[in-house]
């Protein structure tokens, strides 16, 4: 993340809103994973259930119609894993990745 | 203007009517129960239009009050006891959120044993949560306060408790006036706030505050509180103004020249001046202290009020169990450090899960605290009627 200077309790709206949509965009969840998913491309059908399924939005649609994982937000849950039914998915222990 | 005999709760009901509520959440529970059964009959028979919210529990109902109050409706609900201890963590939420909910409190023990009866042991378990907390100890007070509560909790954007003991004050019935309704609505205009949740205006509430900004958050609460004693008092003297009145946050009975006093919070307060009375006959300086907002605690005028009185009986109707004292008198110590000559102050606790208070047992504390006040120095906490 990058280094911001973090607003004071006067500039913070009341009750901590969040008055901006879509302001998760902002919170790297890289750091909270153990394992990561990754996809065999060879095997992946296209069929999108890992794109449904997957919490944090995290899947996301290459131009060329490649599925890829955008790590930033992946939190290593590993849904997509159980969700693809050709088994593409695998999930891999961080440091061994 | 109107003249009725209503219990403290019916004319929590009436002020709760004359605010134009939008939304009532309640469940109920002895013996705050006959307000929102009146407040049901007056959206059953059309004389009130609001949302009636009939919810499974106290966490509930606190639940949907957060959520009504932040798209800036006018909301309403009322607990007891372990209704309130049921609603802790919403508490906490609707400070911390902003939200002006207005709650009646009606003051009663807390389990175990069972017991449906007053003491102060549910409010003062809640003294952190964030929360304005009134006392009020009359019918007529009750329903002054409650419109005030309206005016305070829109104004500083923080949930307010009025309190009200338990059957003393909720079940007695006394002559009430009804305040003129225009009056009413002028005082507290049903005007949607703003910056509240609606199609319009989508933000995110009740997000996870990370260390780098729960802090700041919370502080944003704090300062409200802090904030809020100036405009209560500012509000308080709008109302006596327009009804009459003469509500303050300390009322005090006797003090220009009192020796030695008694502080309690509540209808305590009604028999301890009774006492008092009939001990200045005898030529006895005694008087009697009234807190009637115990959040944002009064420190500073009561330090004022206690300038040259030697001793101070402090009445806790609650206990806190291996601390140094009681809640109150917790309070009152802390809140008088800073004064150059403090007076000697004895705690008391009395009137536990509704036990009677009698008269002879106010004049002995009054003595008590008159023998403290000459000798310069008070015994340890005095549990009064306790049987060994
Ligand atoms: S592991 Fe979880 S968070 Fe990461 S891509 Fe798969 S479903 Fe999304
Ligand atoms: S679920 Fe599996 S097969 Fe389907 S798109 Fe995702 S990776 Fe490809």
Same mark, same amino acid.
């Given at each position: 993340m990058s280094k911001r200077r973090l607003k004071g309790w006067k500039e913070i709206p009341m009750g901590g809103m969040v008055t901006e949509p879509g302001s998760s965009v902002e919170f790297d969840v890289s750091a909270w994973r153990t394992f990561k998913?990754?996809? %065999?491309?060879?095997? !992946?059908?296209? &069929? +999108?259930? $890992?794109?449904?399924? /997957?919490?944090?939005? @995290? =899947?996301?649609?290459?131009?060329?119609?490649?599925?890829?994982? %955008?790590?930033?937000? !992946?939190?290593? &849950? +590993?849904? $997509?894993?159980?969700? /693809?039914?050709?088994? @593409? =998915?695998?999930?891999?222990?961080?440091?061994?990745? | 203007m109107k003249r009725l005999g209503l219990s403290g709760n019916y004319a929590v009901a009436y002020a709760v009517k004359m605010a134009d509520v939008d939304v009532i959440a309640a469940y109920p529970i002895t013996p705050q129960t006959t307000i929102v059964e009146k407040l049901s009959d007056f959206v059953a028979n059309g004389e009130l239009d609001a949302e009636y919210v009939n919810v499974e529990s106290e966490h509930s109902a606190m639940s949907a009050c957060v959520g009504?109050?932040?798209?800036?409706?006018?909301?309403?609900?009322?607990?007891?006891?372990?209704?309130?201890?049921?609603?802790?963590?919403?508490?906490?939420?609707?400070?911390?959120?902003?939200?002006?909910?207005?709650?009646?409190?009606?003051?009663?023990?807390?389990?175990?044993?069972?017991?449906?009866?007053?003491?102060?042991?549910?409010?003062?378990?809640?003294?952190?949560?964030?929360?304005?907390?009134?006392?009020a100890s009359s019918a007529q007070e009750a329903l002054d306060t409650t419109i005030e509560a309206f005016k305070i909790a829109e104004d500083v954007l923080l949930p307010v408790m009025v309190n009200i003991d338990g059957f003393i004050v909720s079940h007695t019935y006394e002559p009430v006036t009804l305040p003129d309704e225009g009056e009413v609505k002028r005082y507290i205009p049903s005007k949607p706030l703003t910056n509240r949740l609606s199609p319009r205006l989508a933000y995110s509430v009740g997000v996870v505050g990370p260390p780098e900004y729960y802090y700041e958050m919370k502080y944003q609460a704090v300062d409200a509180m802090e904030r809020s004693r100036q405009r209560i008092k500012e509000i308080e003297a709008d109302f006596n103004r327009r009804f009459g009145k003469d509500y303050k946050d300390i009322n005090a009975y006797y003090m220009e020249d009192a020796e030695y006093a008694l502080l309690a919070m509540g209808s305590m307060t009604g028999t301890a001046r009774v006492v008092a009375e009939s001990l200045r006959r005898r030529g006895e300086r005694a008087g009697v202290v009234s807190i009637r907002w115990f959040r944002p605690f009064p420190f500073e005028r009561l330090a004022e009020i206690l300038e040259g009185v030697r001793g101070i009986g402090v009445m806790d109707r609650a206990v806190t169990p291996g601390g140094p004292s009681n809640p109150l008198f917790v309070d009152v110590a802390s809140g008088l450090y800073g004064m150059a000559e403090r007076p000697v102050l004895q705690s008391f606790v009395a009137g536990l899960g509704g036990r009677d208070v009698s008269t002879d047992e106010f004049g002995m504390m009054f003595s008590k605290t008159k023998e403290a006040a000459r000798s310069g120095r008070a015994g340890p906490c005095i549990y009064v009627g306790l049987r060994e």
């Open positions: 998913p990754v996809i %065999d491309q060879s095997k !992946c059908t296209k &069929c +999108g259930l $890992c794109w449904i399924y /997957c919490p944090e939005a @995290a =899947i996301v649609i290459k131009e060329d119609g490649r599925y890829e994982v %955008d790590l930033t937000f !992946c939190k290593g &849950c +590993g849904i $997509c894993e159980r969700a /693809c039914a050709p088994r @593409a =998915i695998t999930m891999v222990k961080e440091e061994s990745a | 009504a109050s932040l798209t800036g409706a006018r909301v309403f609900t009322a607990t007891s006891s372990q209704g309130l201890a049921y609603m802790h963590e919403v508490l906490f939420m609707a400070s911390a959120l902003r939200t002006p909910i207005v709650m009646t409190n009606v003051n009663r023990a807390l389990s175990a044993p069972l017991n449906i009866w007053n003491d102060h042991s549910d409010a003062m378990a809640e003294r952190d949560s964030g929360w304005i907390q009134l006392w």
